[in-house]
């Protein structure tokens, strides 16, 4: 009788667990929507996506004009200065002065030969107040020009990695939004197989207590030993305490699950498991063209060898620098009226040429070294791109292959289930009509209990497998859909994805 009660305790416990929350139930694909909405994985893969996008236009800013504000207002002096004498000496003369300068100007760099151009107005005043004497100087208007000389034009490797390091970005957020369902569909499997073993577990000592009370019964009057009573109190005690570490870790999981998909109310997750699963062939070639086609690791091939040129380029441009500055425009007077600054009588053209220069004559070897170290590097990055293209294709290679068979397991553990829980009804039957022992019994049990286990595993390995496929390649063969649309690009400033016409 006190093991009745036990048992009743034990279930009204668990019960209380459960009821005492409010139930919220969800399928696999609420599960995975919650999560792509709300799990921080999304989250910094959307500030990832916003990251890009301005870097983007940061760069794209570089290449249009920019009118420019400079000057210095005020420069006010009141002090002792040093003046240097015609005799060498030099004098400390009290002087209380302003001298501002003021300047607006339109510059503008051509990326094609890095060529910076730029129209200009400039404008300086001085005050001198120790004598209350002002006047004026000025550029109405001028044009210079700015050419280096053997460097490396930034803007023409820039132009092509900015656009590939944006593409880059656009297909990492829906790789990482696929990897954030991968991992929701991960933690519901988790969790529905916990779900499962507790309700194994749950079954197991409601049977277990039946069985034994049949097994006392039977001693009672001489049918049944003493030691078969007391394995299936043993049993009745191990199933116990199973289901109550299977609660336990019904709780934990749940708790992982709600965090990872931002569920912040205290509910108790009943999960829906997908029962039913979708059959259809991948083709290896088919599914690796794909992956080239979409994933961002493939962009980055293509990045890691144009730095590694880049960086030659740079090696062999640091042998010489050398710039070319040319100015031309109209220059007034000192003038005591602002407006005489700007009167064409007043002004006189004026023109500015300048070449500077930096030739090593003698450099120990830099150079040559310099240059050696970037081509070397540039054939340890062709080895690693090389590698790691080779991974990249096992990669794919061992999804596809990975996905077939888990197919064929499905379909195994599948039957394996109907026949075990066929099996075990049919011996528990037999069992209680007194015609097999209990060691038949609880093979039959435990063989139920790891067929259901192994389907549900199948399933997890299934919709793991499938994710997998879909954040390696970005696109979705049981559907038939392409994840990733590169005309498609995402507008924080409207919060909306919008399209782009199609160059």
């Known amino acids: 009788m006190k093991k009745v009660i036990l048992l009743l305790l034990l279930f009204i416990g668990l019960a209380q667990v459960s009821f005492s929350q409010e139930k919220r139930v969800l399928t696999l694909e609420e599960v995975i929507q919650l999560a792509r909405q709300n799990s921080r994985s999304a989250k910094r893969a959307q500030t990832q996506r916003t990251l890009g996008y301005w870097s983007y236009n940061v760069y794209k800013s570089q290449l249009k004009p920019q009118l420019l504000l400079r ?7 009141n002090r002792s200065i040093p003046v240097p004498q015609p005799d060498g000496t030099i004098d400390f003369v009290s002087v209380n002065q302003n001298n501002s300068t003021l300047g607006l100007g339109l510059e503008q760099i051509l990326p094609w030969t890095n060529t910076t151009v730029s129209f ?7 005050d001198n107040f120790s004598d209350d004497n002002k006047y004026y100087q000025g550029d109405p208007v001028g044009v210079s020009i700015t050419q280096p000389l053997f460097t490396v034009n930034q803007f023409k490797w820039d132009k092509k990695t900015e656009p590939l390091r944006y593409e880059q970005s656009k297909r990492s957020y829906v790789q990482d939004m696929e990897q954030a369902s991968q991992t929701a569909a991960n933690l519901f499997f988790r969790l529905l197989v916990e779900q499962k073993n507790l309700q194994i577990a749950l079954q197991n000592a409601q049977k277990n207590d039946t069985v034994f009370k049949v ?3 039977r001693y009672n009057i001489g049918t049944s030993t003493e030691d078969q009573l007391l394995q299936t109190e043993l049993d009745l005690l191990t199933s116990r305490s199973d289901a109550q570490q299977a609660q336990l870790d019904v ?3 749940s708790l992982e699950l709600r965090n990872f998909i931002g569920l912040t109310e205290n509910v108790d997750l009943e999960l829906i498991a997908p029962m039913e699963v979708a059959v259809f062939d991948i083709d290896y070639e088919t599914a690796l063209q794909y992956a080239k086609d979409n994933r961002a690791e493939y962009l ?6 144009l730095e590694a040129q880049r960086n030659v ?17 109209f220059s007034s007077l000192q003038k005591d009226n602002l407006g005489e600054v700007y009167m064409s009588e007043f002004n006189a053209p004026g ?9 090593p004559i003698l450099d120990g070897g830099r150079n040559k070294a310099r240059m050696n170290e970037a081509y070397e590097r540039q054939k340890l990055t062709e080895f690693t791109v090389d590698q790691s293209m080779i991974t990249f294709e096992q990669e794919i290679s061992n999804a596809v292959r990975n996905f077939k068979q888990i197919i064929e397991q499905i379909e195994l553990a599948k039957k394996s ?4 829980l066929k099996r075990f009804e049919i011996t528990n039957g037999r069992y209680l009509a007194g015609k097999v022992d209990i060691l038949t019994l609880t093979n039959a049990r435990s063989g139920k209990d790891q067929a259901i286990r192994s389907y549900v595993s199948a399933l997890q390995q299934y919709w793991d497998a499938y994710y997998e496929l879909r954040t390696l390649t970005l696109y979705d063969f049981k559907d038939g859909v392409l994840l990733y649309n590169e005309l498609l690009e995402y507008d924080p400033k409207t919060d909306s994805i919008i399209e782009k016409a199609k160059q």
């Open 417 to 420: 289930e109907e026949i075990a």
């Open 120 to 126: 200009e107005s400039n404008l300086a005043r001085f």
């Open 351 to 359: 023109s500015l040429f300048r070449l500077n220069f930096n030739v």
């Open 251 to 253: 709780q934990s999981l």
């Open 215 to 217: 097994e006392q019964g």
């Open 300 to 305: 980055d091939f293509q990045l890691q060898r």
């Open 313 to 329: 380029a740079t090696a062999r441009a640091s042998r010489f620098n050398a710039s070319i500055s040319a100015s031309y425009g």
């Open 71 to 77: 000057g210095t207002l005020p420069n006010y002096t």
